[in-house]
């Protein structure tokens, strides 16, 4: 059982680089969400999808992009990153709705330089 | 927007204590739920409270949601070396989504 994964576990850009962070899950929950971890902030939401092509914004959306094409699937793109966009992003995913269990991947490690 | 306050920041404790950490919110939640992050590793969930006055247990962990809604207590009983980690709380905020605390980092004294 893979659960949900993340990929690439670390990633160092330049900024004003395109950067795409992937996120699988196995285990066909409607809901996706992508977070950031930054110290001092604790997690906080950037985007979520409640099912295949219905995204919304999270606390901070400006300079990610987000799709949905296939349930299992939730990328998030840095359209031109920045310094500011160096953090831990992590996946989740829930099965019920975005104020229940979620259940999040192992996180991918940002930096831009 | 809502916020969580958790506390205390970092405990130190020494092995075979017993630990509480506590979170509040600055209006009424309607879910808890409790984490433990690893290093490296994302954050893995522990307890889900969804109804006030609740009380549910996890092995030595213990959490219960506030009756006033506001707060809740993760309690870990007999501590042991792999308790190290950081504990998240969080809840249902606005918008129906979760907002979590900003944790808290216990260190066990072997």
């Known amino acids: 059982d893979a659960g949900i994964t993340q990929s690439p576990r670390y990633k160092i850009t330049e900024t004003g680089r395109q950067v795409t962070l992937m996120c699988h899950q196995t285990w066909s929950h409607s809901y996706m969400f992508w977070y950031r971890q930054d110290l001092g902030h604790g997690l906080r939401l950037i985007y979520y999808s409640a099912a295949a092509d219905i995204t919304d914004k999270g606390e901070v959306p400006d300079g990610y992009v987000v799709s949905r094409s296939k349930t299992e699937n939730f990328p998030l793109t840095l359209e031109s990153a920045t310094r500011s966009q160096t953090s831990v992003y992590f996946c989740?995913?829930?099965?019920?709705?975005?104020?229940?269990?979620?259940?999040f991947g192992p996180g991918t490690r940002l930096t831009v330089t | 927007g809502q916020q969580l306050n958790q506390s205390p920041q970092s405990m130190f404790i020494q092995e075979g204590e017993d630990v509480s950490m506590n979170c509040t919110s600055s209006s009424i939640f309607n879910t808890w739920l409790w984490y433990k992050q690893d290093p490296g590793e994302g954050p893995v969930l522990l307890i889900a409270?969804?109804?006030?006055?609740e009380l549910t247990s996890n092995g030595r962990l213990t959490a219960q949601f506030g009756i006033t809604r506001k707060d809740s207590f993760l309690n870990i009983s007999a501590s042991i070396p792999s308790d190290v980690g950081i504990y998240f709380c969080?809840?249902?905020?606005?918008?129906?989504?979760?907002?979590f605390g900003a944790g808290t980092i216990l260190r066990v004294k072997s």
């Open positions: 989740a995913s829930s099965e019920v709705g975005p104020s229940y269990e979620q259940y």
């Open positions: 409270l969804y109804k006030a006055g």
């Open positions: 969080a809840g249902q905020g606005y918008g129906n989504k979760l907002v």
